[in-house]
């Protein structure tokens, strides 16, 4: 370890890794940058947007047998929100990645200098590359700015530090070609769940509520800055809302929301689910909160439901004149084989390919969702289950879908069975409920309920303290105020 005094302050800054080539300072936030064995200031660094994040410096753990302690972080913007880079050292010396994105975590080690890389600008979704004999394929390409830091960083910068990175996926390795410097720089890894790193010194559910106010996932409430009506998304782990009256594009990934682009919908549109609904699946308590009807070229359009669950996090329902079907993404991707693709020795054979555009958007999504999104799908089957290959301008998204009887969307929505229910008032009040959706009109009671649903899970996790149910309490309240008055 080498120690120094900040030349702005005089606060004593540690170098922990000898490849640390700069450190912010913490009390001044100074830049200070290390050659030989003298430093020097090179102006401030923007402090890291306070997040929901469950990793700090410091936090240790273990990958693939090798233990690492986090020693810096940068964050990084681009057009879907933000992301961190944390910044690893392993006990022999070598340094890591661990890249945070919506509670979706990948691993990567520096794997030396990329052999031939293709150009940035020609990187194009799925195309192929080999790496050491290895056939990748092109998942997404990004330009982003880095907007803050923190710690010891491998590498110098500041303000304004332009990231270009293409994300390359096998099977369930994922890398990374960094055309940030020249040359072209591999980072090899995996998706990891936070889980299975048996992290130590991860941040505290009482640290992230002193920092930022609310628990990671609990709702947040806004009034939408382009119309005012009430929004709510689970905090840090949505970047962009779409608002259900005015259609605006919200981004809620930073502290304060802003609108990104105004509205330009809404026809009205009848779904069988609505905003907010919370359903009982496989013993959890899942909320949908964000919408989609999208729309293939023939004009055959679907309903896509992204359900949220405070720690199981995300999936996708979709219901289509087929039926209902449950979808993942994936991690593993499958290899191509001919026409075919193959996963985990099973083989999927060609179904369907198609487009499929945004018609409709509406609630809080985990990524860019706008109405006019459009991208390439290819559906594989095999062995009962579909795979969806999701093709747009930048990116390349695997899924699994399954289909679900009709019976189980309705017990775990508490829906009486179509036939048996013209005569039941609790249906009647379904529809009440997917008329208002329909009209855009009110909300109030599907985010109230999502704000209940949301946090009452929160209250119990947190031990029960009184604070936070009081609080949920209140925010429900004051909500719920403004229509019995209008009554
Ligand atoms: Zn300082
Ligand atoms: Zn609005």
Redesign the pocket.
């Known amino acids: 370890m080498y120690r120094t005094a900040c030349p702005s302050c005089g606060a004593e800054v540690a170098f922990r890794s000898a490849a640390s080539v700069m450190a912010v300072c913490e009390y001044c936030r100074g830049t200070l940058v290390r050659d030989a064995e003298s430093v020097r200031e090179q102006g401030k660094m923007s402090a890291v947007i306070e997040d929901y994040s469950r990793i700090q410096l410091g936090t240790s753990g273990l990958w693939q047998g090798k233990a690492f302690t986090v020693l810096g972080r940068i964050q990084l913007r681009y057009d879907a929100g933000f992301w961190n880079e944390w910044y690893a050292l392993f006990d022999d010396g070598a340094a890591g990645w661990l890249s945070e994105s919506n509670g979706l975590y990948v691993f990567t080690v520096d794997a030396g200098l990329a052999e031939q890389p293709p150009l940035f600008d020609k990187l194009q979704p799925d195309m192929p590359w080999r790496h050491q004999g290895q056939a990748f394929r092109l998942a997404d390409k990004r330009e982003a700015q880095c907007t803050g830091g923190e710690g010891e960083l491998p590498f110098v910068v500041g303000a304004g530090w332009q990231a270009r990175v293409g994300d390359w996926r096998a099977a369930e390795q994922f890398l990374t070609l960094d055309y940030s410097e020249t040359p072209v720089r591999v980072y090899l890894g995996q998706a990891v769940r936070l889980e299975d790193l048996r992290c130590q010194l991860l941040r505290e559910d009482d640290a992230i509520v002193a920092a930022t106010g609310r628990m990671r996932g609990s709702v947040v409430q806004l009034a ?6 009430a ?1 709510s998304y689970p905090s840090g782990l949505a970047t962009q809302l779409v ?6 594009v ?1 981004d809620c990934s930073a502290d304060t929301a802003q609108v990104v682009a105004q ?1 330009q919908q809404l026809a009205a549109v009848k779904s069988a689910l609505a905003l907010g609904e919370t359903g009982t699946i496989d013993g959890r308590r899942w909320t949908i909160i964000g919408r989609l009807q999208c729309q293939d070229g023939e004009g055959e359009r679907w309903f896509e439901y992204l359900l949220f669950h405070p720690t199981a996090g995300f999936f996708w329902l979709v219901e289509s004149e087929q039926g209902w079907s449950r979808v993942q993404l994936l991690d593993h991707w499958p290899d191509v084989d001919g026409h075919a693709v193959k996963l985990k020795n099973q083989r999927y054979v060609p179904l369907y390919s198609y487009s499929s555009t945004v018609v409709h958007a509406a609630g809080a999504f985990n990524w860019r969702a706008r109405v006019g999104d459009r991208v390439a799908v290819s559906d594989y089957s095999g062995n009962g289950t579909v795979l969806s290959c999701e093709t747009s301008g930048n990116e390349v998204v695997w899924s699994r879908s399954q289909r679900v009887d009709q019976g189980a969307v309705l017990r775990w929505f508490k829906r009486m069975a179509p036939a048996a229910a013209s005569a039941r008032p609790q249906v009647l009040k379904n529809e009440t409920s997917l008329r208002s959706t329909s009209e855009g009109g009110s909300l109030l009671t599907p985010f109230i309920t999502l704000l209940l649903v949301l946090n009452v899970p929160i209250w119990f996790i947190s031990g029960l303290d009184g604070s936070v149910f009081f609080v949920t309490l209140i925010a429900a309240l004051a909500l719920w105020w403004p229509s019995l008055r209008e009554q």
């Open positions: 939408c800055p382009a119309c005012g009506s929004l608002c259900p009256a005015c259609a605006a919200v509205g």
